[in-house]
């Protein structure tokens, strides 16, 4: 059986023509699974009863379970879905002035093994295919109709650059077929210079945003160990490389561990290192969970921070960490389920 939802534009169109089927049939099912979240052949009630008979005796289209969704009291919203495996992840929905952002998964787990992060302990279990990245997109729209999903980050759970061909396949279709302009769209990642280089080569025009979250080595190498194989230089050189279209910039996300870097010394620091970049930092308060070895530092200690780099001409937000009380901030996503 051929599920539907895991074939590209052209798979689709193969498909189509090996099923004895016009060009335009292609069309619609593209239309039909992406535009009008068919949940099944049955569905498509735009193909008479005979042909979706004819099509589902070979073919099928795959769905995310929706396990569980919460709503936190700030309007953000956390979806824990099922895979045919069995296993699980967690979407976001961030609603934010006229914007609705959805913030994704790439893997389940992850392998980095970023101390500070609660993904990072799982470890990870697998990368996710093209369509269960996409389906996390579809799956979401279909349940906030009719409101629709107008920005995607990934920033769920996962390094989506160690899942790179999956990854790059699933942004093709979200901006080919979908229609989502790149501009919206934003990877984030903890570091890989070889894989930040070809992602520019790309040149599918999304926005980059890297996980800094240190100013030294030393202290870099503890939080976050992909640090020991490429260093902060070697990822800021491959920044340097990314070909950013005029008037676009780089994001930094730096992660504030009380007493661990969130010295003045090292926002000045960070000043010197993005020199030459044209960025925007976005610092984030650690999220606490439980039996986590890390604190959020404190406000004054926060403000103090950011001063310092707006003192320095540098385009700052503090972010503020929405859906904490249902653990979908930033580093919080685990995708348990207990039935
Ligand atoms: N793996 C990618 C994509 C995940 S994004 C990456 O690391 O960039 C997850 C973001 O949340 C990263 O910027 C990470 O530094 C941050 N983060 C992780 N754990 C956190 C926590 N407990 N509190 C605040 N931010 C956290
Ligand atoms: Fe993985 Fe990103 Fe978490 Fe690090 S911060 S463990 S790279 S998900």
Redesign the pocket.
């Known amino acids: 059986m051929t599920d539907l939802k895991a074939l590209s534009q052209e798979e689709l169109d193969s498909f189509a023509k090996n099923a004895g089927l016009p060009a335009f049939r292609s069309r619609q099912l593209i239309h039909w699974i992406y535009e009008r979240y068919a949940l099944s052949i049955d569905g498509i009630t735009e193909f008479s009863k005979k042909l979706r008979e004819e099509l589902s005796a070979r073919a099928y289209i795959s769905n995310l379970t929706l396990l569980d969704r919460q709503t936190s009291e700030d309007g953000t919203q956390k979806f824990l879905f099922g895979l045919e495996d069995s296993e699980t992840i967690e979407s976001v929905l961030i609603p934010d002035d006229d914007r609705l952002t959805l913030c994704i998964s790439s893997q389940v787990g992850?392998a980095?093994g970023?101390v500070?992060?609660?993904?990072g302990k799982l470890g990870l279990k697998r990368n996710l295919k093209p369509h269960e990245i996409i389906d996390q997109v579809i799956s979401v729209n279909r349940l906030i109709l009719p409101e629709r999903i107008t920005n995607i980050v990934?920033?769920?759970m996962?390094?989506?650059l160690a899942n790179f061909d999956h990854v790059i396949e699933a942004i093709v279709r979200i901006t080919n077929i979908m229609k989502m302009s790149p501009k919206r769209i934003t990877l984030?990642?903890?570091g890989i210079p070889l894989k930040i280089i070809e992602l520019g080569k790309k040149a599918l025009k999304v926005n980059l945003?890297?996980?800094l979250?240190a100013t030294t080595d030393a202290v870099r190498n503890v939080i976050m160990p992909i640090n020991n194989t490429y260093p902060i230089r070697a990822l800021l050189d491959a920044c340097r490389k990314y070909p950013l279209p005029v008037n676009r910039h780089i994001t930094f996300?730096y992660?504030l561990l009380k007493g661990t870097n969130d010295s003045p010394e090292d926002a000045h620091r960070l000043v010197r290192l993005l020199k030459n970049i044209p960025s925007k930092i976005n610092l984030?308060?650690?999220?606490?969970?439980s039996g986590?070895e890390y604190n959020r530092p404190d406000e004054r200690t926060v403000i103090q921070f950011q001063d310092i780099l707006l003192d320095a001409g540098m385009t700052v937000l503090i972010r503020k960490?929405k859906g904490q009380d249902i653990l979908a901030?930033?580093?919080?996503l685990k995708a348990t389920y207990k039935a």
């Not at 500070?116 to 993904?119: A, M, Q, R, V």
């Not at 984030?284 to 969970?289: D, G």
């Not at 901030?329 to 919080?332: K, L, P, S, V, Y």
Request: with cysteine.
């Open positions: 992850c980095m970023c500070f992060c609660l993904t990934f920033m769920g996962g390094e989506p984030s990642t903890s945003a890297i996980s979250n996300e992660v984030i308060p650690f999220n606490a969970y986590c960490s901030a930033c580093g919080q």
